[in-house]
């Protein structure tokens, strides 16, 4: 059959089993932008903003658990959807960016978005902390035919890969000659695992069974977290999280010892890692940043630490000097370390758990002001959107990840999602197109009225039908910089957001509004957006000046400006 580069190519992707394509169109991308619209086994977004559709797209990609593509035209096209790229880079997507090149080189005549093979070298970064991880630049007939190689590669991986593939109007269009009926489906596989990997689970599994330890989960152990449950149990370890972690480990057990990183309970974290019956910290699919750890990991030094997972030489600076790193599937490390602990079983001890946050019979909302306490809002989440109808449910940055890592509580993993990597508003008002792209289950985004304002895709949510709830925390303010300015003791600024309803903003682009500004009305406006599973904007109006738990946060920011 003779077809176009741009079908082949997404008749090639389909074969790696991407499902779903999130972006903006574009003059340079019409014949890729056509294909996706033909193709029978990808349905294609089309959204309001080039970050919105990678943001949706890397969502997509880390809930289903495959890739994802996301498309947008040359030159800002390319630039608006780079915050999205370096966010799916950080968080481990499998991303599939394709746009198009004017020209290999600059033509000298400043053309209207010329966009070169040298502008896009520029986005990869040798370190691994650019854009993408690889980029494949097609101008000529010969260029295409090593890229089902190279996708092959990059998809076998399994700490994420985000490439670019650039093209020419011209290329896409040239013609090849494809034999499809005798094209086989391809699959990811993984290579073997180092030989040292028996000897270390065999340590751990000694360890454990003899010695008391503590779990340390990240979102890279979400896989795993059947076998984290198993072990954690059988030997009476306890387990802590990372914010993105959350879920992977039930957080109602009595063995599970907290979230680390922003908004955590420092104080609580600290009395399990510096317990000292404590033998050994697991560490497990986390790079331990800032915003994941508060960088507690540097004080474990009287106990042995141990890190599993994939590229450990992204990680090792970020450990104690002591720490062991064992390269390896978290998966199959976990099921070497149960298959030397059968038949074992750790005798019950009395291990000191640390106290819970619950909630109590008291709320928090003074009824005669007429606007909620934060506290109020994650208790309506916890029991109406997680408890009864186990909701997807995302916090974007500033004070909504706060309060949301600290007080919500999930025992299932991949329910919560937050980006702890790079902090990018907007995140979630658009990333929510993603996760419930495949319509499985709602989701409710926790989000700032600042990011709200900043880009959202509820108009790409209401094109699609999709069941996306948009909770907005609205204090009228940026109010993370507003009250970090109070706490580290700087003048007054400028922080004031003229008051927004944004139930009228979401009815006006096509969705469900709500806006409540007591208990009963968030109560009833949660369970008719969910139940109705259609797009919505819950405008929830809170009061400004209660302080999240950002103790930890204010620390690093005061040491930072002592410097």
Known sequence: MSVSIAKNLVKLLERFGVKAAFGVSGGFIVPIWEALSESEKIQTFHCRHESGGVF???EFSLCQQVPAIAFATAGPGISNALTGLRVAKLDGAKVVFISSITSVDPSGKWCLQETTAQDIDSLVISNGRGYFDEVIIISQYKD??????????????????VV??????????????????????LSVSHDNLDENIKYHSKEIADLIINKNAIFWTGFGARNASNLITQIAVKTNSQVISTPRGKGIFDEKHRLYAGTSGLGTDTESIHQALHCPALSAVIIMGTRLGELSSSYIQNNLNKVNVYYVGINVHEVKDNLPPHSVLIESDIDTFL????????????????????????????????????????LDVLRMVQEIAIDRFDCHVAAEAGNSFV??????????PLRYRTSTADGA????????VGITASKDRCAIGII???SMLMSNEISTAVRYGLPAIWLVMNDASYNMCRQGLELLGNAELDCHIPEVDFALFGRAVGAMGYRVRNIEELHQALIHAIENKKPAVIDVVINRYILPPLDNRIKALKELKEV
């Open 56 to 58: 949706s797209a890397s």
């Open 144 to 161: 295409y035919f090593d890229v089902e190689r190279k996708l092959k590669k990059g998809f076998n991986k399994k700490d994420g890969y």
């Open 164 to 185: 670019g593939i650039f093209l020419t109007t011209a290329a896409q269009k040239m013609i090849l000659d494809i034999d499809y009926e005798n094209c086989e489906e």
């Open 335 to 374: 099921a070497s370390i149960e298959t030397y602990l059968a038949g074992k079983i750790k005798p019950s001890s009395q291990i000191k758990t640390i106290p819970k946050l619950d909630y109590s019979n008291k709320y928090y909302s003074d009824a005669e002001k007429n606007v909620l306490h934060p």
């Open 403 to 412: 309060w949301a890592n600290r007080y919500l509580k999930f025992s299932n």
């Open 425 to 432: 508003m907007g995140h979630y008002a658009c990333g929510l």
């Open 448 to 450: 700032g009225d600042g």
